[in-house]
């Protein structure tokens, strides 16, 4: 099947105040595009009106296509999940709010044409953001900058165009703890911006309170840098040189000056400064830890409720992570879905009644189909003769 041209990746989270205003604005700027250009919205567990909205939107216009989380798993997930499923020679990921100006796009594909594997759309202004967002924006992507050991845009977002072969290589990275504009840079290729005055919301109100902020800000520095873990290193010499420094002034006030030095207050500060420097480290060192053991679980990143005008699974077949990584779907009528709309949820069937385009590697082995000769498990030829083990077995 060819490929489109181009997708567009949209992550969405109750956001019914503004798709109306959304589609319209598609609308106007989709001539501007290539024609087979395809619109994929990820609903992140919307509570409000949204997936009834997408559903609309999709059921109209079938270049719009729609994944469904089976609950909120979060907003850098939401982008991966589109560009695991994006199938466009380049792919743009855009916030659904109106801050990132459609408009914009048209801009970013003609870099790409230009050659440029990388466009980021890099902000001149931020409309209707408080000084306190932009305050703790502007520092910590300055720290973020200055803590890791490639080169960070500055003054950049998730809105960017990414061509294929920077999409193939996202693809490969499966961490839990996603950063993807980071992830993006640390992929590396040719890259350039293109610069826009970011609007304030349309309509609604921000998803990114403070402990969200907070969670983004640890991700995205325990994902790229171990200076948090040097910073044990470096605070136990101060302390060592310090502790060094208090001794000799107490020995010389001993023996030189014959005064005693005082030091109920001073031992009781120094030992309380010790202890919260131990604490902070560990708190440091749990971090990481704990990034550790999620990784290690190796859960998918993404649960899907039902797909619109999608196939059930991202095509794997550019990629050289296990196909184990991209669990497939399978595809379950309900009374959702016994009028023929094109809905697609998750259940319980066989994968042998999917009627799918791009079908799954992985292929169930049952009763009847033991007998036959090509037997895969996950895309991967079955050992040699374990198919007359499973029939002594039955």
């Known amino acids: 099947m060819k490929r489109p041209t181009l997708s567009l990746v949209l992550p969405i989270f ?65 982008i991966t999940a589109g560009i695991d499923y994006a199938r466009g020679e380049a792919v743009v990921v855009m916030d659904a709010d109106l801050q990132d100006p459609p408009e914009v796009v048209a801009e970013m594909v003609a870099k790409w044409r230009e050659g440029y594997d990388v466009v980021y759309g890099k902000r001149r202004s931020r409309a209707g953001e408080t000084w306190f967002k932009l305050l703790t924006a502007r520092w910590f992507y300055r720290l973020f900058a200055a803590m890791i050991p490639i080169e960070v845009p500055l003054d950049t977002g998730d809105f960017r165009l990414m061509s294929r072969r920077v999409v193939v290589a996202l693809r490969e990275l499966r961490e839990v703890h996603r950063f993807v504009r980071g992830m993006v840079s640390w992929v590396g290729f040719k890259q350039t911006a293109v610069l826009y005055d970011r609007a304030g919301r349309f309509a609604g109100e921000t998803k990114y309170p403070l402990r969200k902020m907070l969670k983004f800000a640890a991700d995205g520095i325990t994902s790229f840098s171990v200076l948090p873990l040097r910073l044990a290193t470096y605070a136990g010499a101060i302390i060592a040189v310090g502790a060094v420094g208090v001794a000799a002034w107490a020995v010389l006030a ?17 030992v309380s400064l010790l202890a919260a420097v131990q604490l902070l480290m560990i708190g440091i060192l749990g971090e990481y830890v704990g990034r550790i053991y999620e990784q290690v679980k ?3 990143l993404y649960v899907l409720r039902e797909t619109q005008n999608m196939p059930l699974s991202p095509d794997t077949s550019e990629l050289d992570v296990a196909s184990s990584m991209y669990p497939p779907a399978t595809r379950v009528v309900t009374d959702d879905t016994a009028d023929g709309e094109d809905h697609t ?28 000769e090509a037997k895969t498990v996950m895309g991967v030829p079955a050992p ?11």
Do not use: C
């Not at 250009?37 to 990820?42: G, L, N, P």
């Not at 001993?254 to 120094?270: E, I, N, Q, R, S």
């Not at 003769?385 to 039955?394: I, M, Q, S, V, W």
């Open 298 to 300: 190796a859960r998918p």
């Open 384 to 394: 040699a003769g374990l198919a007359d083990l499973a029939k002594k077995n039955r």
């Open 345 to 372: 949820y998750l259940g319980e069937q066989s994968v042998e009644s999917i009627d799918d385009p791009e079908p799954s590697k992985a292929r169930v082995v049952t009763d009847a189909n033991a007998d036959a």
């Open 14 to 78: 109750n956001e019914a105040e503004v798709l109306p205003e959304l589609r319209a604005r598609l609308t106007e700027f989709m001539g501007q595009l290539p024609a087979d250009t395809e619109v994929i919205f990820v609903d992140d567990g919307s509570k409000d009106d949204s997936l009834r909205l997408l559903r609309d939107m999709a059921r109209a216009q079938p270049r719009y296509k729609v994944l469904s989380f089976a609950r909120n798993f979060g907003h850098q997930v939401a």
């Open 254 to 270: 001993k023996f030189v000056f014959d005064a005693t030095v005082p030091g109920w207050t001073a031992v009781t500060v120094l």
